[in-house]
T-cell receptor
Framework: SQKIEQNSEALNIQEGKTATLTCNYT??????LQWYRQDPGRGPVFLLL?????KEKRKERLKVTFDTTLKQSLFHITASQPADSATYLC?????????????FGRGTSLIVHP | KAGVTQTPRYLIKTRGQQVTLSCSPI?????VSWYQQTPGQGLQFLFE???????NKGNFPGRFSGRQFSNSRSEMNVSTLELGDSALYLC????????????FGPGTRLTVT
């Protein structure tokens, strides 16, 4: 069965450093991968989408890589700030019967210390 | 543009009761998906509606049902509530048939006692 793995342990980093979060998957050939941010008690917020034929995507301080050979995505936040502290979810999906239903990982908590 | 809204935000129910949750998508969005989020299972897909038709369904018992109205607003219903149904229920809307980017509402926190 499809499996998405994100580090369950919180990632603690100092302000100004680059945070790198990992999303690994098995038994899956996604057409695209997404990253979401979720704050406690709130719904996830879409951040970035990267397609299977793209290696890297950037948006402001965010960078996502997608390696379909390794079945892995890395999510980077450069110059991290305490406000970046949240849980980050990766989601994989592919067109199925004309519809796209993403499968979410459990998320990794990021804590940025001032 | 207003975001996805969900009502109510918090709900406490007793085992055996039923509950209806409501979701209003972003204006112009035709797809609405529902998810259940718990600490143990993470975000689990319940069902998706597009133009009033259920397009996809997750692996949940028949006690969980939903519908979508002509204005794209959606409701989900859970009958015969169980303690394990306590969770954050999230609604997400997206624009078209290939719903890549999903926009989530704040969720409804359901507690079953």
């Amino acid at each position: 069965s499809q499996k998405i793995e994100q580090n369950s342990e919180a990632l603690n980093i100092q302000e100004g450093k680059t945070a790198t979060l990992t999303c690994n998957y098995t038994n899956y050939s996604p057409a695209y991968l997404q990253w979401y941010r979720q704050d406690p008690g709130r719904g996830p917020v879409f951040l970035l989408l990267i397609r299977e034929n793209e290696k890297e995507k950037r948006k402001e301080r965010l960078k996502v890589t997608f390696d379909t050979t390794l079945k892995q995505s890395l999510f980077h936040i450069t110059a991290s700030q305490p406000a970046d502290s949240a849980t980050y979810l990766c989601a994989l999906g592919g067109a199925s019967g004309g519809s796209y239903i993403p499968t979410f990982g459990r998320g990794t908590s990021l804590i940025v210390h001032p | 543009k207003a975001g996805v809204t969900q009502t109510p935000r918090y709900l406490i129910k007793t085992r055996g009761q039923q509950v209806t949750l409501s979701c209003s998508p972003i204006s112009g969005h035709r797809s609405v998906s529902w998810y259940q989020q718990t600490p143990g299972q993470g975000l689990q897909f319940l069902f998706e509606y597009f133009s009033e038709t259920q397009r996809n369904k997750g692996n949940f018992p028949g006690r969980f049902s939903g519908r979508q109205f002509s204005n794209s607003r959606s409701e989900m219903n859970v009958s015969t509530l169980e303690l394990g149904d306590s969770a954050l229920y999230l609604c997400a809307s997206s624009f078209g048939q290939t719903s890549y980017e999903q926009y989530f509402g704040p969720g409804t926190r359901l507690t079953v006692t």
